[in-house]
């Protein structure tokens, strides 16, 4: 009888290995942006909540759980900016790391880049802060500066090191039910297309990179860009052909935008 038990019991599971993803959420339940979807992205200055688009790209310290909710009601799904590859220090939690980890400056002021070999000192610091994602509701997380392989970091960061931290990101935001975009580092996108729910770049036209993006567009998965220096009309024909969600923004990602 125990052993009838033990089979039943070992058939439930295999079961449930068939109907749950590996992260353990149920399959399909983490927000999958296609290709071409339209989106606002703002990181200063008052948020302009009236752009008629599916999809806000937001800071996650800025905003609160009102703001999302707000969105929501709106029928908007919202991205989580946060900077996961440099310390800035104008960020509450700035504090918390220490100086081991801190490189040199990232070209953004109050910013350095992280050592990122060390995810013993780092990986608390991030999933606390997709936890503040997660809490206020957001559904996905943009993290950002994930290229400092190919930086002055101040750190010997190899390929392999941007690999595993950016692959460990993906975890953290999986774990939390929250999708989540890869930033940039297109020389990786082969390699880690599989790991992230969409991508997010800045001026892929200018620099003549957008058909790296391909393999998030052949996966059906969106790529959201930006380019800053471009009119539209030297890209948007592109990217409407690769499939690419385009903006034309200013560096300072106010709520001005002109969409393809």
């Given at each position: 009888m125990r052993r009838l038990y033990a089979l039943a019991a070992l058939f439930v599971l295999l079961l449930a290995g068939c109907t749950t993803a590996s992260d353990g959420k149920p399959p399909g339940a983490r927000w999958q942006p296609r290709p071409g979807t339209g989106w606002q992205w703002q990181l200063s200055g008052r948020?302009?909540?009236?752009?008629?688009?599916?999809?806000?790209?937001?800071?996650?310290?800025?905003?609160?759980?009102r703001t999302v909710e707000g969105l929501h009601r709106d029928g908007r799904k919202v991205i989580c900016y946060l900077s996961t590859g440099a310390w800035e220090e104008f960020r509450p939690d700035a504090g918390e790391f220490p100086g081991k980890v801190l490189g040199?400056?990232?070209?953004?002021?109050?910013?350095?880049?992280?050592?990122?070999?060390r995810t013993d000192v780092l990986e608390p610091l991030m999933a606390a802060r997709l936890d503040m994602c997660r809490d206020k509701g957001f559904d996905a997380v943009e993290p950002d500066n994930m290229d400092g392989y190919r930086n002055r970091t101040g750190f010997p960061l190899t390929a392999r090191d941007q690999l595993r931290y950016n692959r460990l990101i993906a975890k953290l935001a999986h774990d939390r039910g929250l999708a989540v975009g890869l930033k940039n580092d297109l020389d990786q996108i082969p390699e880690l297309v599989g790991d992230f729910d969409f991508a997010v770049n800045e001026q892929c036209a200018q620099y003549d990179e957008c058909g790296a993006l391909k393999p998030f567009t052949d996966a059906d998965k969106a790529v959201f860009h930006v380019e800053y220096e471009l009119p539209t009309s030297r890209f948007c024909a592109d990217s409407r052909r690769l499939g690419l969600s385009s903006l034309l923004k200013k560096y300072e990602l106010g709520a001005w935008r002109e969409p393809c």
């Open positions: 948020l302009d909540t009236s752009v008629d688009v599916p999809v806000y790209d937001i800071d996650g310290f800025d905003h609160s759980e040199r400056g990232n070209g953004w002021e109050g910013e350095r880049w992280l050592d990122i070999r």
